[in-house]
């Protein structure tokens, strides 16, 4: 095996916990409000993530956030501060209008009346609550020192809006372990187009030959980095199973990529 001269990194489930961060704010969000009214929060919550992926599908935006990966738990907090073009723009005006409706729909879901106030109070306490919880796995520190040490390009490749990937990367404290950030939303190419990983590699002055990949979905990270003559970690953090189609190396977790990489053969 050629030595690696650049690690490419999903973030999302990857580097970060992204479900357990919106999990833990919904849950916080939704505390009061369920005391109160004497529902149960697991159930509002999961009428939340109902109600955003109805509305999200049916919204102006879809086809756009749905190239580039930005999901409807996304758009919930998103401020899609960054970037004038007609998509984004869009998006910055249609969200605090999706976000009251969401919460709206799912308050009905669970037999509540639908407040217009208390919707908007919803709306705003979750993009708090989720804007300051963005929570690394336990490994992904020390994975990121030790592939450092190693002297590889580490490069993090994700799908999402601009601003709100550049967000989570500085809040989660990541940003000082990476030589270059690559968002499908900054350059208009998302996982799995190859063009994506290829950008990546010229940031990195790379050849696809001593470049990996490593991610935890296969249709995105896989198949895309597979694509571009990459090799592939796929992280299968879930016991999902079902080995990837040309995936190289399968992980449970980050701990063990670092030897893989540089020690191993």
């Known amino acids: 095996m050629s030595r690696i001269h650049a690690v490419l990194l999903d973030l999302d489930e990857t580097l970060l916990h992204d479900r357990a961060s919106t999990d833990a704010a919904l849950l916080t969000t ?13 159930r509002l919550a999961g009428a939340v993530r109902g109600a955003a992926d109805d509305l999200w599908v049916a919204g102006p935006g879809y086809e756009h956030c749905r190239r580039l990966g930005i999901s409807a738990m996304e758009g919930m ?12 723009a869009g998006l910055r005006e249609f969200c605090p209008r999706y976000r009251r409706a969401v919460w709206g729909r799912a308050l009905e879901a669970v037999g509540q009346v639908p407040d217009r106030d208390l919707c908007a109070l919803l709306a705003e ?31 993090v490749v994700t799908n999402g809006d601009r601003d709100l990937q550049r967000r989570k990367v500085s809040d989660s404290g990541l940003l000082p372990f990476l030589d270059h950030l690559v968002i499908s939303g900054e350059i208009g190419i998302g996982k799995p187009e190859p063009g994506i990983f290829e950008y990546a590699l010229a940031r990195c002055h790379a050849a696809p030959g001593v470049a990996v990949m490593v991610g935890d979905s296969a249709g995105r990270d896989v198949a895309g980095a597979v694509a571009a003559g990459v090799r592939a970690v796929w992280l299968d953090r879930f016991g999902a ?25």
């Open 30 to 42: 939704t505390a009061d409000c369920c005391a109160r009214r004497g529902v149960d929060p697991l």
């Open 77 to 88: 907090w998103a401020a899609f501060a960054l970037g004038e073009d007609a998509d984004t």
């Open 125 to 155: 306490r979750f993009v708090w609550e989720r804007a300051s919880r963005q929570i690394p796995f336990a490994e992904t520190l020390p994975t990121l020192v030790a592939l450092r040490a190693a002297g590889a390009a580490i490069c």
């Open 241 to 265: 199973g079902n080995r990837p189609d040309g995936v190289w190396r399968v992980l449970p977790d980050l701990r063990r990529l670092p030897q893989i990489l540089f020690e191993e053969g």
